[in-house]
C-alpha cells in the first residue's frame, strides 16, 4: 500500500469511528497517555490533527511505574515527542511495587490501576473530560483470549470498551478500529519516532506470552483468528451489557 493511499484509507476509518462514537468535541480538553511507544505516539499526533479540526485542547502524560531502569529514558523521550508537536506534557510517577505489595496484586494489576489512578488525577487536573488510550484491534483480541484463559463472565467476551467512564471523566480509544500493522504504517507515513519497552518483549507477563506465542500458533491454523474473535465480540455486543 503506498502512502497516499494508506492516509486516506485509515485516516477514513478513524473519522468514521469518531463520528459513530463521538470521541472528540470542540472545547472538550483531552488527556493522551503517552508512553512512548508507536502506539501512543501515533495516537497523540491524530488526536492533535484532530484538535485543530474540531478546537480542543490537547495534554500529554507520561506514567513513570518505577519499575524499570530505562524509564527515566522513555519519560524523557515522551517529553520530546509532545515538545515537537506542541502539546503541554506532565511526568506522573506512581509507586507500582508498593501498591502492588500493600494489597497484594501481581505487578501488571498494580501497574494498571495505579496508571488509570493517575492519569484521572492529571485528567481532573487540566480538566480534561476525556483521556484517550491507544489499545487497537491487536489488544482487543488478545484480551479476549487473555480473559478466556482466566476464567471470565459473558461480558469478559466483549474485550476492550470503546469508551467507559472514569468517575466524572470518559475513557475513549480511537484506535480500536485499526490494527497494530496500520499503527505501524501511520508511524512510517507521518515519519514519527518511538521507543520499544523491552518489558513487552519478556512472554513471563501473560499478556506478552498471547501476543508472541499463542495468537501466531492460532494463526497457523486460522490465519483470521484476530478478526474471528472481533467479529465474535461485535455480535455478543448486541445481547451483553458491560455493567
Avoid at 480542543?56 to 508537536?85: M, Q, T
Avoid at 492460532?218 to 484476530?226: G, N, R
Wanted: with cysteine.
Amino acid at each position: 500500500m503506498d502512502t497516499t493511499n494508506f492516509k486516506a484509507s485509515t485516516w477514513q476509518a478513524l473519522i468514521k469511528f469518531d463520528k459513530e462514537h463521538g470521541f472528540f468535541k470542540t472545547k472538550q480538553a483531552v488527556l493522551v497517555g503517552l508512553s512512548g511507544g508507536a502506539d501512543s505516539v501515533a495516537l497523540l499526533h491524530f488526536v492533535k490533527q484532530m484538535s485543530t479540526k474540531k478546537h480542543f485542547d490537547v495534554y500529554a502524560c507520561h506514567i513513570h511505574h518505577g519499575l524499570r531502569k530505562s524509564a527515566g529514558k522513555d519519560a524523557a523521550f515522551s517529553s520530546s515527542v509532545a515538545k515537537k508537536l506542541n502539546i503541554p506534557f506532565i511526568i506522573k510517577k506512581v509507586k507500582t511495587p508498593a501498591l502492588a505489595k500493600e494489597e497484594k496484586l501481581s505487578i501488571e494489576h498494580a501497574a494498571r490501576k495505579a496508571r488509570y489512578a493517575a492519569l484521572g488525577a492529571v485528567a481532573k487536573k487540566f480538566n480534561c473530560k476525556k483521556i484517550a488510550l491507544a489499545h487497537h484491534a491487536d489488544d482487543n483480541a488478545e484480551t479476549i483470549l487473555l480473559n478466556i484463559l482466566r476464567g471470565t463472565k459473558a461480558k469478559g467476551l466483549l474485550g476492550i470498551p470503546v469508551k467507559r467512564p472514569l468517575g466524572k471523566i470518559e475513557i475513549i480509544r480511537p484506535f480500536l478500529v485499526i490494527s497494530r500493522s496500520e499503527v505501524l504504517a501511520y508511524i512510517k507515513a507521518h515519519k514519527l519516532s518511538f521507543i520499544t519497552d523491552e518489558t513487552n518483549l519478556d512472554d513471563a507477563y501473560t499478556r506478552n506470552w498471547v501476543r508472541h506465542i499463542l495468537l501466531p500458533l492460532l494463526e497457523t491454523k486460522q490465519p483470521k483468528i484476530t478478526a474471528h474473535l472481533l467479529a465474535m465480540a461485535s455480535d455478543l455486543a448486541k445481547y451483553i451489557k458491560r455493567d
